[in-house]
């Protein structure tokens, strides 16, 4: 349970090593509660002190614990998602969660969405091939994001000097509203052709080491 002074209307991420040393630590709101944890792909790390750590960090450390719990998070969609006869699966199972955010929960959904069409086309069609076009439609439409966010965490995730740069750069107006149309959208801002390339220009900076971080 959050204490007296905890903020519900905010959602708190954490780029740091002590917590996460490749992905991130959090804090959400869930009504009259919050869901404080951390996720991480190195093995050895324990998710447990990291909790800690974030609890203690955020003031939470006397916050009454109602449940733990933890589960893995699959970053990556599988290169086959059916068996070539009577089994699709989708979701989770198949791996659509989005890599540098884990967003999964509207991408399960447009997963599953596609997976009945390909059913669907298949028990009509009698032709087993059918089941393939749920994956081939869902990385039509997310793979290059995918792919991209997935380029993200593997680059600035890794070291805290490059959280620190990632960071900075999400302080700027225009990555701030081109990001949020994308998230929005779940598609690439193609619009506003001024705002990507001043985005390329810092992103370069920061890249390089010429942008300052403060």
Known sequence: MPPA???GTRCDVYHDGRLSPDFYAWVFPHGNTISAGAGTALKGFSIRNAVG???RVTGLEHAEVVRREGAPIPLKPLRRWDNGRDVLVTGDAVGVVAPASGEGIYYAMACGRMAVRAID???VTRNTHALR???RDFMRAHGWVF?????LQRFWYVSDQRRE???KMCRDPDVQRLTWEAHMHKQFVRKSPMA????FFKDLAHLL???KVA
């Open 53 to 55: 750590g974030l609890r």
């Open 121 to 123: 086309k298949c028990l």
């Open 165 to 167: 740069r990632f960071v």
């Open 5 to 7: 002074n905890y903020d």
């Open 133 to 135: 076009e749920a994956r």
């Open 147 to 151: 792919w991209v966010l997935g380029l």
């Open 196 to 199: 990507h390339v001043r985005v």
């Open 209 to 211: 080491g010429i942008a």
